[in-house]
């Protein structure tokens, strides 16, 4: 560790693999460069392509952990890039950058997410209630609470990439949503307003049959994985599971009633 | 040349943050076939960046709340120089555009009988901000995406097809607005015919022909080196519009917001949202003084409170305190904060102290300020519920723009092109309040998209883009790539690395034209710049065209170089302080300047020597405020702003 330190508090070389190629061909690069206090594994990279590599091709945008486009795996985990900090890591570690394993790449670390924009239109819109006019509606804090913890999710698409469901699985990937779309679906059901059973959709139902909440095992990957910290499993798919098992069993819902009080 | 797709649509919208989605909403509702282009995911846009909330005078909190308040507080806070009728519509309309986002199914915090809950802000005289936490971008932005697949889903059931009359090119970039050509003899300088453009994964070119187009590209800050703007802020709207032959309105009014973040270096400018200030959190230098009470300036003198007491006091009671000054408008006090710290009081890291610690207790700070929580407990190791942040000025916001009909959004000179948000002009005058953003994309966006459309539709004879002006932008597009062994006649000099370019211009622009501005500085910026244009004409990059960001950002210097020559240009014409423009040598405001806009417009509209100045100056005033509007004020107070002779009519 110290022979790469250059100053106790400030610069030191860091040991960087990164994943680089395209559908046909690639594999990982080694470079050494430079770290400074207080960066971000996103800095890391600008560097590299500002000094060593120009081309090289990642995903970013905001750079402060809201937008969610700079997903990657770290040393195998999936992670942002931008909200990861270097002082995690041991400075005499070798800091693995690999594009989303769960999605097809299209060069470097950036991968097609299309995947994920084709199955949130397949998920049924907000139906608003047709009595109400805008500036009418009255929901309470508590009851919009709910749903606002899942409308903090950023679209980054880590549950998704995670989620075993679907990450070496590609054959379930038209049946299953992925946590990310079925907790938009909890979210619409727990809505105080949607008019969605009025208009006739059952919500829990098509959750579970046209957009495979059955294949969650509630593992809690998603849950894990997510920036955001937004109990997805125990707040969004367990109770969807539960509500959609008044029409049908599943004994998941038992399993997972178990371990959410066990924990309390 | 090889051949390059054209596809055909009624309205293409350029950006996909808040106006360009609510313009696309808009569009396609009105029956015009639209496509959304944008360099980001969808749903990944600038706007998702906004935290403290959307203005609207619903009175929801306080009744004593309408449209006429707004518009007062929009107009002193841009220190009268808005274009009075944007400002007036955008009060008018905000609230509409807010209850419209709950019928999409937005959910904003409640109040305790169920309404939308309205937070204080800096410059608003009541509660008025609509939000959710502090990630009201992020509520608004998937709002509008969840709207558009809507609308995509009605499309997929009647025509069987998602994109049938909306689609989404994302990862893409327009470089040029296409105009059909001049005609001699005649003012008709060309109308808009379409757009060329480049997908970012394939590096393939694409033509999007259209009758209109509608810029909703958000704003510059890319430009200078400590900012809150994420790397799409390149300024491509303003740039694509000066090319196409529109001019650029009160450019030299950038918004530094006070509180960015300072440290660690790597996160430097990251927003810390005004909303710290708005629900009790307080400046204080090193010496523990919270100093903004020194700071008010005498315009605002009988609206802000005179003592921490009073201050402390209006929270709870506001009918009978007056309002702290750490809630003056944002130019004041990023300027106090940047005078604090040049004085010595700054922080460890060159900020200044804000503190919500010893004001709230730590749950109600992590359920008003959860982003806030995690963004400096993640980035900086620091607990805000436990101890003070450090912040300081950052470029956050530019107020000058397109300049556009306030009624329809249309781009002056140029039919066919609408412009609307951060990337429009006038609205917001010298200084744009906080949570007048998210407002300005709601409202301008929806009017932009409906006169798009009813433009679009009157337009029967549009001759396609020709295939000269099409090889021209391809051939721009692709000079990176022959850096190297173009213009042999320029002898040996070697390709430019854009990065380095970029960061010299950063670096400009925050030296030398930054939150305080002398005359020798600006000269001097505009040196540098007319050097870093020739030089970016060289700009090359390695690989090839798939996915390769050295390619975008060399691409890219061509907007931020074009912009950051208007913001030089007219910074050092306008020999005042007002709002975003501060001037060391001229620290006054100016009466006679209220009314004056600097127009820039392209100098030499069909290319020159790169080192010329691209950029001629002129003059226009804004037409004299209605009176029923400046009824709205006292006289006295109309006095601070208006000239003997505007007064007097």
């Known amino acids: 560790m110290s022979e790469q330190q250059t100053g106790q508090s400030g610069a030191y070389q860091a040991h960087f693999r990164v994943w680089r190629g395209d559908p046909d061909d690639g594999g990982l690069t080694d470079f050494r460069v430079e770290v400074h206090e207080g960066e971000v594994v996103l800095d890391i990279v600008h560097r590299l392509q500002a000094t060593q590599a120009p081309d090289l091709a990642v995903r970013w945008n905001c750079k402060a952990g809201k937008c969610g486009s700079c997903s990657a795996e770290i040393n195998g985990r999936p992670r942002l890039l931008c909200m990861t900090r270097m002082s995690v890591f041991d400075r005499a570690e070798t800091i693995t950058v690999t594009p989303m394993r769960g999605f097809p790449v299209v060069r470097d670390l950036v991968t097609d997410v299309s995947f994920n924009y084709a199955k949130a239109r397949e998920i049924p819109a907000f139906v608003p209630p047709e009595e109400l006019a805008p500036g009418e509606y009255r929901m309470q804090q508590e009851d919009v609470s709910r749903s606002q913890e899942f409308r903090k999710c950023i679209e980054c698409f880590l549950c998704q990439d995670t989620c075993h469901v679907v990450r070496d699985h590609e054959e379930n990937k038209s049946a299953f949503a992925g946590p990310r779309f079925l907790m938009r679906i909890a979210e619409l059901d727990m809505h105080p307003l949607d008019a969605a059973s009025a208009a006739g959709l059952d919500r829990k139902r098509t959750a579970q049959d046209a ?30 599971k539960e509500r959609a098992a008044d029409r049908k069993y599943d004994p998941l819902v038992w399993l997972g009633s178990k371990i959410r009080r066990r924990k309390e | 040349m090889a051949h390059v797709d054209r596809q055909t649509w009624d309205v293409v919208v350029v950006g996909a943050g808040g106006a360009g989605l609510r313009a696309a909403i808009e569009a396609r509702e009105a029956g015009m076939r639209t496509a959304v282009i944008c360099k980001s995911l969808f749903g990944k846009a600038h706007t998702v960046m906004a935290e403290g909330g959307i203005a609207a005078s619903m009175g929801n909190v306080n009744e004593g709340d309408n449209w006429q308040v707004h518009f007062r507080d929009t107009m002193r806070g841009g220190k009268f120089l808005n274009h009075w009728r944007m400002a007036e519509l955008h009060a008018r309309e905000a609230p509409d555009r807010v209850w419209e ?49 809507a609308l995509q889903q009605e499309d997929e059931r009647e025509f069987g097809a998602y994109d049938a009359r909306l689609k989404v090119f994302q990862e893409s970039t327009v470089t040029r607005v296409l105009k059909t050509p001049a005609e001699p003899g005649t003012a008709n300088g060309g109308r808009v015919c379409g757009a060329f453009c480049y997908e970012r994964e394939s590096g393939r070119f694409f033509v999007l022909e259209a009758p209109a187009v509608v810029l909703a590209t958000g704003g510059i800050g890319k430009s200078f080196k400590v900012t809150s703007n994420s790397w799409e802020y390149t300024g491509d709207g303003h740039a694509l519009a000066l090319l196409a032959g529109a001019p650029l309105i009160n450019m030299e009014f950038v918004q530094f917001h006070p509180t960015g973040m300072v440290w660690p270096p790597s996160v430097k400018g990251i927003l810390v949202t005004e909303s710290v200030r708005g629900d009790g959190g307080v400046l204080r230098n090193s010496d523990g003084k919270r100093f903004m009470f020194d700071y008010v300036p005498d315009v605002f003198k009988e609206k802000y409170a005179q003592s921490e007491e009073e201050g402390d006091r209006w929270y709870d009671d506001p009918d009978h305190n007056r309002r702290p000054p750490e809630l003056l ?98 609205m917001h005058g010298s200084n744009r309040l906080g949570g007048n953003s998210l407002s300005d994309l709601l409202v301008f966006g ?113 907007n931020m170089l074009l912009v950051s020559e208007c913001v030089a240009r007219a910074a050092l014409e306008r020999t005042e302080s007002r709002g975003g423009h501060t001037r060391d040598d001229h620290a006054a405001m100016d009466r006679n300047w209220r009314d004056i806009n600097l127009v820039c417009e392209l100098a030499a509209p069909h290319g020159g020597p790169p080192a010329a100045d691209q950029i001629r100056l002129s003059r226009r005033t804004t037409p004299p405020i209605r009176p029923d509007l400046l009824e709205l004020f006292e006289q006295e107070e109309l006095a601070k702003y208006l000239t003997d002779e505007e007064l007097s009519r």
């Open chain 1, 211 to 240: 957009h495979g909440l059955g294949y969650c095992n509630i593992t809690k990957c998603c849950t894990e994985v997510c920036p955001e910290g937004i109990k997805i499993t125990d707040n969004a798919l367990i109770p969807l």
């Open chain 2, 101 to 149: 986002l709950e019928t999409w199914g937005a959910l904003f915090d409640r109040t305790k009988d169920g309404r939308i809950s309205q937070r204080n802000f800096g410059g608003h005289e009541y509660p008025r901000l609509a939000h959710v936490g502090d990630r009201t971008g992020l509520e608004l932005i998937r709002t509008l995406q969840q709207k558009i697949v």
């Open chain 2, 329 to 426: 408008p944002r130019d004041e006090v990023a300027r106090a904060i940047n005078s604090e710290v040049k004085a010595g009081r700054g922080s460890p890291h060159g900020g200044v102290f804000l503190d919500v610690s010893t004001r709230m207790p730590a749950e109600v700070i992590k359920r008003r300020l959860p982003s806030m929580y995690h963004q400096f407990k993640e980035l900086a190791d620091v607990d805000i519920t436990a101890e003070p942040m450090e912040v300081g000025p950052t470029c956050h916001y530019v107020m000058g723009g397109v300049e556009v009909e306030p009624d329809t959004a249309a781009a002056r000179g140029v039919p066919g092109l609408f412009a609307a948000g951060e990337v429009a002009g006038g």
């Open chain 2, 446 to 558: 929806r009017r932009a998209g409906l006169h798009a459309a009813a433009y679009a539709a009157s337009v029967t004879d549009l001759p396609a883009p020709d295939e000269e002006q099409i090889a021209a932008a391809e051939a721009e597009a692709l000079r990176p790539f022959r850096a190297g062994d173009e213009e042999p006649a320029a002898g040996a000099e070697p390709p430019e690395n854009p990065y380095t370019l970029h960061q010299e211009l950063q670096q400009a622009m925050n030296d030398l034209v930054g939150i305080i501005r002398k005359e020798g500085e600006m000269a001097e910026a505009l040196k540098r710049l007319a050097g870093l244009r020739a030089r970016a004409r060289r700009a090359g990059v390695e690989g090839h065209r798939q996915y390769n960001p050295g390619w975008h950002l060399s691409l890219d210097l061509r």
